[in-house]
């Protein structure tokens, strides 16, 4: 569970400020050949069991490659496997691995080297090893076949393996002191003599890398800047030709002729409603209250006052650009307290309850619209101040019946694995949940896979396994030198999301 709640927080910073978490370097971008990217956090390790998601994926996603991607439309691709294919059964996923590949060493890259990785992952403790859990064993039966055998089939193995989990280190080198800070990979880059940890990583392109025609730029730079200001004022001064801005700036660096590309939705924010079963939280296991919270918040109000109209309100979960979004969800509730209320108190409820829930560095700001929206139908919030170390293990212990969640915006599968895996640290059950998510975890064809991802959103919405609020959005300005390619559909940190112009 650990790595989406380490996103949540970077997804709630993006959210405060629609903050800098990217950027390229126009001074030496105009020939294709530099890209410099600033991040607010610096990768927390390199190693592969350590691997996590977010901004930090910038810099380890171009020194590994991963089995399989998805390009900037959000489609699943080959990658460090050029094909993939799965018994009838679904329980055996088979992977063939692209010719010529080697890691920064020269040592060539073999199913030996994928079934190492996998099988280190699955056995060391880490923020990845629960996306295997399905994956029962791993063999390679020649040196470009990789063979997944899985307990039960797991719709959300593919998407794993176009992140952390599909990364491939070198077995002579994983267990060594030097894969935290210096890796050896398979990625299109190297990490430079000049790289200073947690302060600057600068990459150099592999020009025998099997991909290179993908990574136009032969020079990456990753600056950890944390003070947002700073990244904007220099993509202002001319430093940086490309970065994620507050939504504050989005004029003004329009009138100075930067082109600014908005990104419907980059996180999600909500309250996660997750003692379903009332077990320390006894309200919450009756799905009227649960729906009556859904009720108590004026979303577009939120979005206006706080957001300062830089967001979109949801009742879903769904990513909007996702197989399972549905727009008619969006219906479900009304803003109506009055309403809430006399769902609360059929419930049991008329002089509604009391609620602790974990104050967060990233709730503090939200903390008094929550207070007054769940006040207005009786519900008593006291916030816990609960130190930044701690804030894992707040959500993730049952100390909590619910609590204020932001997840950065995914693919399908990963929101179904995050939302109703990780996310459901009560293990929530449902005869229905569960028979949709057996079928579509045994479901080959894509489009009848859709329909049941939206049946089981409805269901999320339906029942009220969530109370979610709003997605904000990210504005990516760039000058004439750098382009942001994406549409929003993959939000994975990569340097395919940027390319020179002309």
């Not at 399908?412 to 009560?426: C, D, I, K, M, W």
Request: glycine share 6%; with cysteine; hydrophobic share 40%.
């Amino acid at each position: 569970m650990r790595p989406r709640v380490l996103t949540s927080v970077a997804a709630m910073a993006a959210i405060l400020a629609t903050a800098s978490c990217g950027a390229s370097d126009g001074r030496s971008s105009a020939d294709g050949r530099t890209l410099t990217l600033a991040v607010q956090g610096a990768p927390n390790s390199f190693d592969p069991v350590e691997l996590t998601d977010g901004t930090q994926a910038y810099v380890w996603s171009s020194v590994y490659d991963t089995l399989l991607t998805y390009d900037n439309k959000g489609e699943l691709r080959p990658n460090a496997a050029e094909s993939w294919s799965y018994s009838d059964d679904r329980e055996t996923l088979t992977l063939k691995l692209q010719d010529g590949m080697t890691f920064s060493t020269g040592d060539p890259v073999d199913s030996a080297a994928v079934k190492a990785t996998l099988e280190r992952t699955m056995k060391e403790p880490g923020p990845n090893r629960f996306k295997l859990a399905a994956v029962e064993s791993v063999e390679a039966p020649d040196a470009s076949t990789v063979v997944l055998n899985l307990e039960k089939p797991d719709a959300t193995l593919l998407h794993a393996l176009t992140m952390a989990v599909g990364v491939i280190g070198d077995p002579k080198t994983l267990d060594s002191e030097r894969t935290a800070l210096d890796p050896v990979g398979s990625g299109p880059y190297v990490l430079d003599g000049a790289t200073v940890n947690a302060s600057k990583y600068v990459l150099k392109k592999r020009d025998d890398h099997w991909n290179a025609k993908a990574y136009p730029f032969e020079t990456v730079e990753i600056r950890v800047i944390k003070d947002r200001t700073a990244t904007v004022n220099a993509l202002r001064s001319g430093g940086l030709s490309a970065a994620s801005v507050e939504t504050t700036q989005v004029d003004r660096l329009k009138a100075a002729g930067f082109d600014v590309k908005y990104i419907e939705a980059a996180a999600l924010a909500g309250v996660a409603l997750v003692d379903r079963d009332g077990t320390r939280v006894k309200p919450l296991g009756d799905e009227r209250v649960r729906r009556a919270i859904n009720m108590a918040f004026d979303r577009h109000k939120i979005v206006e006052q706080l957001l300062r109209g830089a967001g979109k309100p949801t009742q879903q979960v769904f990513n909007p650009k996702s197989d399972a979004y549905d727009p008619a969800l969006e219906q479900t509730y009304s803003y109506d307290p009055a309403a809430a209320k006399k769902l609360m108190a059929e419930a049991g409820y008329p002089n509604g309850f009391e609620v602790h829930m974990p104050s967060l560095f990233f709730t503090k700001p939200f903390e008094p619209t929550i207070d007054q929206s769940l006040a207005e139908i009786g519900i008593k919030v006291t916030w816990d101040p609960t130190p930044p170390q701690n804030s894992v293990s707040a959500t993730t212990s049952r100390e909590y019946g619910m609590f204020l969640f932001v997840e950065g915006i995914t693919s399908t599968p990963g929101e179904v694995q995050a939302y109703l895996g990780s996310r459901n640290v009560f293990d929530s059950t449902d005869p229905e949940l569960t028979t949709l998510l057996e079928q579509v975890n045994a479901e080959s064809d894509p489009a009848e896979a859709a329909g049941l991802y939206r049946r089981i959103n409805a269901f999320t919405v339906e029942n009220a396994w969530f109370a979610p609020l709003f997605f904000t959005p990210r504005s990516w300005a760039t000058d004439g030198d750098v382009e942001f390619l994406g549409d929003g559909s993959n939000v994975f940190s990569t340097i395919r999301t940027f390319g020179p112009t002309g």
